[in-house]
């Protein structure tokens, strides 16, 4: 029987189509407007919005309080007495890991893709990571930590020391791979067309090298801040290291100013809504503390009290007084009178600070206390009233020409002078109150007279009780080396 010609052309359509489908059909299949895998770009600002944000909320829930700075009005009990409760560090232990594996990935996709900046990002923040971690807590998984894709389910728990040691190897490997040499549209970080939310660095960007170089500036600041937690420990011969660090600025670049430090600027729009999406929840309940109203206080004189209160806080009326009023942190009877309440303002985060990474005056306090102790040779009182300029500047105010003319805020000599200037200066800086006071033992931090006998600060959080359940090997194997699970239990580095 004679085919008809429709019927052929039918066949022979079929047959073609059989025998170009694997590579048609695979091609129809690819979107192109969709990456067919992840590049290191698509990591970065999910994972600076991200952290930021829930540094800013630790800040607020956690170190806030227990830094005896703001009193709760709606209860006599909780962090302001050293109540803590046990599970008080399990989101900061879900929350770090998870970007700590996205992190991972962004280093994996610049390595395949020959990216040395996205690579020293990712060691940058991946250290930035595990100094919270490993300060919070002591001993954690660290070698094996995020490879369940290797399967490796139950990692073990790394050293403190250890830790300490790739961090800063790390951070010193990163400021090497950093490459500021490109400049122009297309230089710095390619995958990031708009900039990333830090420091804008990005191909569509004419100033990316800039932004690369304030990138290393922060890689060898927070080294600097590592290294001061080691500082006497004798082991890390940490003084040497800064040292090196503070004598060649062309290698080792650090924070200069206000302009190079880490903030991370909130729009209060989506992708950048403030960490408190109900800002006037920041106020709520709350009053701020003697300790931080009679201080900032003192940090003025009849004509002005220190910038940073008005901004801060607000004022309060008492027997027709209008001023700055404190709770006493930690008493066992609220007090009648009223107090000053939280600006609301600041839980907008919008203003020159934003939300803090790590910020410029931290720098020159460290070097004020490196120059105090003898271990540079610098000038302790420029780097301390440096610090204090920029502690006020970066939140938009004006230092007053006479401020050092106090005798509570001219440079006396002391450590204690620095450090409870400091102390100010990391105001909404994660948990850096909290691991400062612990390394050093100041400022003095008032003790309520409501405050049980028995409460005390803590050295750390404890371990997710959910280790118990998923890792209990490798948990015991770090509790016992640490010689305990408790909030007493001291780390290694601790006064």
Not at 36 to 60: E, I, K
Not at 259 to 288: N, W
Not at 331 to 358: E, F, H, K, T
Not at 365 to 385: C, P, S
Request: net charge negative.
């Amino acid at each position: 029987m004679k085919m008809k010609p429709n019927k052929i052309i039918i066949i022979l359509s079929a047959i073609w189509m059989s025998a170009t489908s694997c590579s048609n059909f695979d091609d129809l299949n690819i979107d192109p407007v969709r990456l067919d895998h992840a590049n290191p770009g698509s990591f970065l600002n999910p994972v600076l919005y991200h952290v930021s944000s829930y540094n800013w909320n630790r800040y607020n829930s956690f170190t806030f309080t227990l830094m005896q700075l703001k009193v709760p009005t709606n209860a006599a009990n909780g962090l302001g007495w050293y109540f803590v409760n046990d599970a008080a560090g399990d989101g900061s232990w879900t929350t770090y890991y998870r970007w700590v594996n996205n992190i991972n990935s962004m280093e994996q996709s610049a390595i395949e893709l020959n990216e040395p900046n996205y690579q020293a990002i990712a060691m940058l923040l991946r250290g930035y990571l595990f100094h919270i971690l490993t300060d919070s807590y002591g001993n954690v998984p660290m070698s094996e930590a995020c490879r369940g894709s290797e399967k490796i389910f139950t990692p073990k728990f790394d050293d403190q020391k250890a830790i300490y040691r790739q961090i800063l190897n790390d951070l010193k490997d990163a400021n090497e791979l950093f490459n500021t040499a490109e400049s122009g549209v297309g230089a710095g970080l390619r995958y990031n067309q708009d900039g990333d939310f830090l420091y804008g660095a990005g191909s569509a960007s004419a100033a990316s090298a800039t932004a690369i170089g304030k990138w290393k500036k922060f890689c060898n600041s927070l080294r600097l801040r590592v290294l001061m937690r080691v500082i006497d420990v004798p082991e890390f011969n940490a003084t040497q290291e800064i040292r090196t660090i503070l004598s060649d600025a062309d290698a080792y670049p650090v924070f200069e100013s206000n302009s190079d430090a880490a903030f991370l600027p909130i729009s209060g729009m989506a992708p950048m809504e403030a960490p408190m999406p109900r800002y006037q929840d920041f106020s709520s309940y709350q009053v701020y503390s003697d300790f931080f109203i009679n201080t900032l206080k003192s940090w003025g004189n009849a004509d002005h009290y220190d910038p940073r209160l008005s901004y801060f806080a607000n004022r309060a009326t008492n027997n027709g007084v209008s001023d700055f009023y404190g709770y006493p942190s930690g008493y066992d009877i609220q007090p009648a009178y009223s107090a000053s309440s939280l600006n609301s303002g600041v839980g907008r985060c919008q203003g020159p600070v934003s939300v803090c990474l790590m910020n410029y005056a931290e720098i020159e306090f460290i070097k004020a206390e490196l120059a105090q102790r003898k271990l540079i040779t610098a000038d302790a009182e420029e780097a301390y009233q440096k610090g204090v300029t920029a502690a006020i500047r970066q939140w938009g105010l004006i230092v007053p020409a006479d401020y050092f003319d106090n005798s509570n805020t001219e440079y006396d000599g002391t450590l204690e002078r620095i450090l409870l200037q400091k102390f100010f200066a990391l105001y909404f800086c994660d948990y850096q109150q909290w691991f400062e006071h612990n390394r050093t033992g100041l400022p003095v931090i008032p003790r309520g007279v409501g405050v049980p006998s028995a409460n005390q600060m803590p050295k750390r959080f404890k371990y997710p009780a959910a280790l118990q359940r998923t890792n209990l090997k490798n948990y015991q194997d770090a509790r016992d080396t640490m010689g305990g699970d408790d909030f007493s239990t001291k780390l290694f580095w601790q006064k």
